[in-house]
């Protein structure tokens, strides 16, 4: 993580982070802050880990602000933009982060409401989250969207549904890329693999961490700030020809 001295290179910047408070989102939000964003810190119902990130933020010499909006409803995205307008100057750095796991049931088992509320979350409050951003979005400006190994493999039959949902964004990415190409917007998908955070609801002990761990060459799981580091990158002017990727974030899980 780089310190307050080190912030230089997204300067005069206001990023907004999707699911910022906690697991992936907060890392990302406080490495973009240490970078020198300005950042928002988008929550849906956990008020206070948004508060903590933005107090840490502040603590490390950043700047940051909370944006409430619960996605995956009607209107969702339209509060989250009326809830981010009045705090911020437009916008240069998108990253859809937030993000629901769902049931975990190979596809004889998936239930509508879990398919549906899977897909509200994941792919739709993220295409109309994008949908809303892009008057806001600065040209030279990032869209991030935070994706999953499992659209490229599947060794997890068990979270068709999710993996689906994250599909959809994959190709939001290639798309997007070549609108916003002639704006000199970038448009990339970061790809993690089992990252440690509450999305596992602390399923990731015993047996279930030793293979988990064994999946990645490097024989651990991910970490929020690995996932952060890498987003720190395409957020960044260093990232300026790379647009329209499916980056992965896995340790190699997937070789
Ligand atoms: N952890 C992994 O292994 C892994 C692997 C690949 C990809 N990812 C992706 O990475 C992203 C972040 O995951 P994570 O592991 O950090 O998960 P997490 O710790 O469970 O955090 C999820 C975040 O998304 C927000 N969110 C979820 N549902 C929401 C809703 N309906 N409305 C508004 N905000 C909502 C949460 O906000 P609140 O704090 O308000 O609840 C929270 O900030 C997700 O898109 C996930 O699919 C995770």
Redesign the pocket.
């Known amino acids: 993580m780089k310190g307050p001295s080190d912030m230089t290179t997204l300067a005069g910047k206001t990023a907004l982070i999707?699911?910022?408070?906690?697991?992936?989102?907060r890392a990302i939000a406080r490495r973009l802050a240490a970078d020198g964003a300005r950042v928002g810190v988008?929550?849906?119902?956990?008020a206070t880990?948004?508060k903590e990130t933005v107090t840490a933020i502040e603590a490390a010499g950043g700047q940051a602000f909370v944006v409430h909006?619960?996605?995956?409803v009607r209107g969702d995205a339209e509060a989250l933009w009326a809830a981010f307008d009045p705090q911020a100057d437009g916008l240069d750095i998108l990253v859809n982060?937030?993000?629901?796991?769902g049931d975990q049931a190979e596809i004889q088992d998936v239930t509508d409401a879990n398919f549906d509320r899977v897909f509200a979350?994941?792919t739709r409050?993220s295409f109309f989250v994008t949908q809303h951003g892009l008057r806001r979005l600065r040209d030279g400006g990032r869209i991030i969207n935070?994706?999953?190994?499992l659209t490229r493999g599947s060794a997890m039959p068990a979270s068709i549904a999710?993996a689906m949902s994250?599909g959809a964004l994959d190709v939001l990415t290639a798309m997007l890329a070549k609108q916003l190409g002639p704006r000199g917007i970038t448009v990339n998908t970061v790809?993690?693999?089992?990252?440690d955070?509450?999305?596992?609801e602390g399923r990731l002990v015993g047996d279930a961490l030793t293979w988990v761990s064994s999946l990645s060459p490097m024989g651990r799981v991910?970490t929020?700030a690995d996932v952060a580091d890498t987003v720190a990158f395409l957020a960044s002017a260093d990232s300026r020809w790379v647009t329209g990727q499916w980056i992965d974030v896995s340790g190699g899980t997937l070789l």
């Open positions: 999707t699911g910022g408070g906690r697991g992936i989102g988008h929550y849906g119902s956990n880990a948004a909006a619960p996605l995956g982060n937030a993000g629901v796991l979350v994941n409050a935070i994706g999953t190994m999710y994250k790809a993690p693999g089992v990252i955070t509450d999305m596992h991910g929020p």
